[in-house]
């Protein structure tokens, strides 16, 4: 089956989103400029330290997170499949005068357009949704990792893509059963934009996404869940003390994110 529709559409989407996210809020990016951390506390602690490090970023959107890890010491280059969004992170990095790499591509062909290996593969939060088949992903990843580098995945929880948009009822399958389509109105960065789009996206179990990456040699080092998000980014959530959201009703019941560690 081809998916190069899919793609395409999930690509246009994304280069519509990008001109609404460098202005928004939620990514913040004039108090990034000045200092502010985009990172969260959970891939801060379990990423640790990257200074003198090569990093390579998988889907990274218009490349805050790429650039924090070069703020942080670590030789990076970042990879989307968005062209608007790429070209947004080359114009961020000569602004703050950053080193960073950045290669427009499906993660699947990375190969055809990126040379080398890396210290530390790393993804994060609502990456692999959109890849159809996990076995080519995770090819990849152990592709550009060196002997005894590592590979690092934060993401929303699949448990949580079960959910409807409005979070009150299950609504989608566990397993990858098949494509889910969902007509989208606005942004998680901006509920109130004005854009309208489809897009194409892909369940993925914890099993299907850890098998993934034993299945290519990698060692699992850990798996950690969580029962709230860093991001206030879904419908119905509640802030809490901690600083992090969690659905109204079901705190500490629903797990909402999870990390890997794999080593090669």
């Keep these: 089956m081809s998916y190069q529709n899919f793609f395409d559409a999930n690509r246009e989407g994304w280069n519509k989103r990008t001109e609404v996210h460098k202005t ?13 951390e985009a990172l969260t506390a959970v891939e801060l602690r379990e990423v640790g330290d990257v200074s003198g490090k090569s990093l390579l970023h998988l889907q990274c959107h218009f490349g805050q997170d790429t650039l924090s890890w070069a703020r942080k ?8 499949l968005s062209d608007s969004a790429v070209q947004y992170a080359r114009e961020l990095a000569a602004e703050m005068n950053l080193p960073a790499e950045f290669v427009c591509c499906n993660v699947y062909d990375l190969r ?8 530390i593969v790393f993804t994060s939060y609502g990456t692999i949704g959109w890849l159809p088949d996990l076995k ?12 005894g580098g590592f590979f690092y995945i934060a993401d929303f929880h699949p448990v949580l893509w079960m959910m409807d948009d409005d979070m009150t009822h299950l609504k989608y399958p566990y397993h990858n059963k098949e494509v889910i389509v969902t007509e989208q109105q606005g942004t998680y960065a901006d509920r109130e934009s004005a ?7 892909w369940n993925h179990s914890l099993g299907e996404i850890i098998n993934s990456l034993i299945n290519v040699g990698l060692r699992i080092e850990f798996l950690n869940e969580y029962d709230f998000s860093p991001y206030n980014c879904f419908a119905k959530t509640v802030k809490g003390e901690d600083g992090n959201y969690r659905i109204q009703g079901l705190e500490g019941i629903l797990p909402m994110m999870y990390s890997i560690k794999a080593v090669k």
Excluded at 112 to 118: N, W
């Design 24 to 36: 928004s809020a939620f990514y913040n990016v004039e108090g990034w400029k000045k200092g502010d």
């Design 73 to 80: 010491g670590a030789t990076v280059t970042g990879a989307d």
């Design 112 to 119: 055809d357009h990126l040379q080398g290996q890396f210290d």
């Design 136 to 147: 080519p992903w995770a090819e990849v990843v152990a592709h550009f990792l060196k002997p």
């Design 195 to 201: 854009l309208e789009y489809k897009e194409y996206g």
